[in-house]
């Protein structure tokens, strides 16, 4: 069975920096395009980052470009989001994603983690 | 970025009712759609991909037809679990972007 777990979402003052996790397991990690996905409060979803299966492609939204970056660690079966310059409206919950196709970049997703929150706020 | 748009907002519907439900993109995406059913406190569950697609498990009551612009959910005989906010997600390129979601709710 395929598991996503985030952590790492806490209460942060704006222009702080923090790094989210995502735990994978129940399929060959490095097989697969992760990305992230947030949900601010009573929002709907906007994708973040994505990252390939072997990490040598990323991409960004525009709203988090220059401020967040997405690794992974495929030995550890997981990804990570480095956030920095964090704003106000970076508050949400946020989903890592697994792409449901191996390998390529482009693709739905098909199993997703239950959130970690991040509250950016003074 | 290719916009999505969700139509209606909100759709009132009874149990065992049939519910239609648009998205719309601002331009083609060939059948590079998907439909994600979230329901308060879980996960987005992919529903539909490829347009028409159900994914594993999804009951045959949910359909999704569809292509190039304009693409439709529809849920034929409406149960109580399927009260929920539906969203559709392009990714025919790597600047995914959802709808705005539809919150179909009971009347």
């Known amino acids: 069975e395929v598991q996503l777990v985030e952590s790492g979402g806490v209460v942060v003052q704006p222009g702080g920096s923090l790094r989210l996790s995502c735990a994978a397991s129940g399929f060959t990690v490095d097989d697969y395009t992760m990305h992230w996905v947030r949900q601010g409060p009573g929002k709907g979803l906007e994708w973040v980052s994505l990252i390939s299966w072997d990490g040598g492609s990323t991409h960004y939204a525009d709203s988090v470009k220059g401020r967040f970056t997405i690794t992974r660690d495929n030995n550890k079966n997981s990804l990570y989001l480095q956030m920095n310059s964090l704003r106000k409206e970076d508050t949400a919950l946020y989903y890592c994603?697994?792409?449901?196709?191996?390998?390529?970049?482009?693709?739905?997703?098909?199993?997703w983690g239950q959130g970690t929150l991040v509250t950016v706020s003074s | 970025e290719i916009v999505m748009t969700q139509s209606p907002a909100t759709l009132s519907v009874s149990p065992g009712e049939r519910a239609t439900l648009s998205c719309r993109a601002s331009q083609s995406v060939s059948s590079n759609l998907a439909w994600y059913q979230q329901k308060p406190g879980q996960a987005p569950r992919l529903l539909i991909y490829g347009a028409s697609t159900r994914a594993t498990g999804i009951p045959a009551r949910f359909s999704g037809s569809g292509s190039g612009t304009e693409f439709t959910l529809t849920i034929s005989s409406l149960q109580s679990e399927d009260f929920a906010v539906y969203y559709c997600?392009?990714?025919?390129?790597?600047?995914?972007?959802f709808g705005p979601g539809t919150k179909v709710d009971i009347k």
């Open positions: 994603a697994k792409k449901a196709m191996a390998r390529g970049v482009i693709g739905y997703f098909d199993n």
């Open positions: 997600q392009q990714y025919n390129n790597w600047l995914f972007t």
